[in-house]
């Protein structure tokens, strides 16, 4: 079946650096989309990627779809404290199931 | 306007018994999604509701089970309870299916005993 995989599964940051946190898929993908867990929360929605090669920002985040529809990547630059969470990258490969990778926890040193 | 609401929030029952969590979506969505979130894991898909069909089923026993309502709220049932079926339970709503935005309810906290 269908799997999405993520990397790092940690990231420990210093506030001010910028990190990348991918997320690879065993098949092609339809749709990719991110989303951000605080800790005791749920997730929250951030961005849907559906094209090949696509880029989208949102402020200090930069998404991105590989060309191959089969990786994403999503990278944060100048970390705040605020960053802290667990993201987690999920796709739909066919039908409606959304498969979720098991997220990279990223912890930020002030 | 509300967001998704679940309820019971936190819940404990015995080794055996049966459960049913309830969602309801947030107006005007027609799909529901429901998801198993094991503590430090991902969340996993157990069932997919869009207009009260059954649109997508993950690979959970048949011991899960879920129906949408004519109001698109939904129930998640589960029978003969396992200690590993103790986790957080998501419901999600969006407008369509999948490929649409999905919105996350705070969760029900099933601890099994």
New interface residues.
Partial sequence: GQQVMQIPQYQHVQEGEDFTTYCNSSTTLSNIQWYKQRPGGHPVFLIQLVKSGEVKKQKRLTFQFGEAKKNSSLHITATQTTDVGTYFCAGTAAGNKLTFGGGTRVLVKP | DAGVTQSPTHLIKTRGQHVTLRCSPISGHKSV?W?QQVLG?????IF?Y?EKEE?????FPDRFSARQFPNYSSELNVNALLLGDSALY?C?SSLR???????????TRLTVV
């Fill in positions: 999604s998801y894991q991902g969340p996993q898909f997919q869009y649109r997508g089923r993950g690979n998501l999600a299916t999948a490929y649409t935005e999905a919105f996350f309810g705070q969760g």
